[in-house]
């Protein structure tokens, strides 16, 4: 396992190799019928890692997440989550996924339910946190982002960056060790981008353990320990993000990004 | 019988409010909406008086208003008629309840996935079947004769009258139902279903509340449907409006009590028709302004 200087940094009590590894991923395959979308996956994140996906639509990079939250059933292979199986017959698969937080790309807030209730629906049903409490703690981190004063809007007034924004807090009220981001800036305007990939950063400061899926080659190169290039359905390379974008040494890692600098996305 | 009804006084006032409803869709407004709705207005004047005059002058008028426009006969049956109303009233507001209940319960086993529940969607999905196949009035025979005559007794008919009625309509509104959760997108289930909530809580939080907002307009049609349909449990000897009717029409030798059932229903139901188009207007001008 190779981890860079700033997540060797952020575990420093402990020697890396001794850190059990937050997610641990291996021969991981899916197919959807007859199209195989991951054909063996191996991929191991350390606890407080920051690790971006890259890769071109249908590589496997959203797929790859929605397996780790076991939205999608998986064919074969492992996923441990904190050394436990995760994908092991008879796992309580709602234990799981309450420590796991995923924010989609097309927001999915409950359109019926004001932000509030959006944030505090799984504390309330899922942990049975008071909702008092569960109010309380949400309009902490609705403020935390500078949302608390939509805390009684209904999502459809607010803006698609306020929105994404609403959707990182109500997976952070699960308090999660672990939140999968897919590719959540691309259904937003250009001008709303920064707004959401700030709330990323101080969560990656904070120290959340994090696996994103991202188009803004920028802002996986600031943000990242380490990147993977994902490329049908395996991940081709990895490694820091410095040496992925400036020397990669696979060929298809090398087109992508002269295509993504091409198409001026970097 | 049609142009005994339109010709009839004091019914002509609900056909010209509706020409009149042209201004709603927004192109006409002021002046341009006045013009139009005199234009409306004095074409269907035009219209059923001629439909009137035809009908009057026509050879047999004389003895279709004595047998079905008799004044007396109206005002003798009227009071009779309201009353047995009332048990049609009762029938449906007890049916309505249970087929929102029950058909909510087949809808949602009918949406559950998962190998294990395999025989619970296979029961659900062949109560609907068969009670939308099967024509309401056999149900009706079949309950209303066929369980007493198993030797249950001191059940009344209008028991098995509502019992009936919910089997019928249930099996229709859990349709309704379920084309609502199929229309709720599957990443709301998936939004729900990531933060941790079981399938159940899923639905009862998340997607059920949307789908059942959705699905107002066409419940509430299948309500009007249940009004009428109450009448069917005559058969089974439920003295209720019709039946009391059909009392009424021995009694006389004269068809207006048939007339008189007709304007009660059309008083109870169209005003329930119009709240339907109200608030299907209402959902689609609401998702005009949210559509993105």
Known sequence: MSLDQRSVRTTAADSPDTVRPAVEIAALRKSFDKLEVLRGIDLVVAPHEVVCLIGSSGSGKSTLL?????????????????????????????????????????????PHMSVLDNVTLAPRKVLRTPSGRAAEEATELLARFGLEDKRDEFPDRLSGGQQQRVAIVRALAMRPDLMLLDEITSALDPELVAEVLNVVRELAGAGMTMIIATHEMGFARDIADRVGFLDAGRILEQGPPDRIFTEPTEVRTRQFLDRVIAAGRM | MAGAISGGPGDSGLLIGLPGGGGRYGRERGSGALR???????????????????????????????????????????????????????????????????????????????????????????????????????????????????????????????????????????????????????????????????????????????????????????????????VLVSYIGVVEIFRQAQIRQSASFNFTPYIVVALVFLLFTIPLARLTDVLVTRDQRRRATTAR
């Open chain 2, 36 to 230: 139009s709705t005199l234009v409306a207005f004095v074409s269907t004047v035009v219209f059923l008086g001629v439909v009137a005059l035809l009908v009057v002058n026509a050879p047999g008028w004389p003895a279709v208003q004595e047998s079905f426009l008799n004044g007396r006969v109206f005002a003798d049956s009227l009071p009779l008629i309201v009353r047995a109303f009332w048990v049609n009233v009762q029938l449906f507001l007890v049916s309505e309840v249970l087929i929102l209940g029950f058909g909510l319960v087949i809808a949602v086993l009918r949406s559950l996935p998962g190998s294990v529940l395999f025989p619970i969607r296979l029961i659900a999905t062949v109560y609907v079947d068969v009670f939308r196949a099967l024509p309401g009035i056999l149900i009706i025979y079949v309950l209303g004769f066929g369980i007493p005559g198993l030797g249950v007794t001191g059940v009344s008919k209008f028991v098995f009258a509502i019992l009936a009625l919910t089997l019928i309509y249930s099996a229709y509104v859990s349709e309704v139902y379920r084309a609502g959760i199929n229309s709720i997108h599957p990443s709301q289930d998936a939004a729900a279903r990531s933060l941790g909530l079981s399938r159940l809580q899923s639905m009862r939080h998340v997607v059920l509340p949307q789908a059942v907002r959705r699905v107002i307009p066409p419940l509430l049609n299948d309500f009007i449907g249940l009004q009428k349909d109450t």
């Open chain 1, 66 to 110: 929605r397996c780790i939250n076991l939205i999608e059933p998986i064919d074969s292979g492992r996923i441990l989550i904190d050394g436990v199986d995760i994908t092991a017959p008879k796992v309580d698969v709602n234990k799981i996924r309450r420590r796991i937080g995923i924010v989609f790309q097309a927001f999915n807030l409950f």
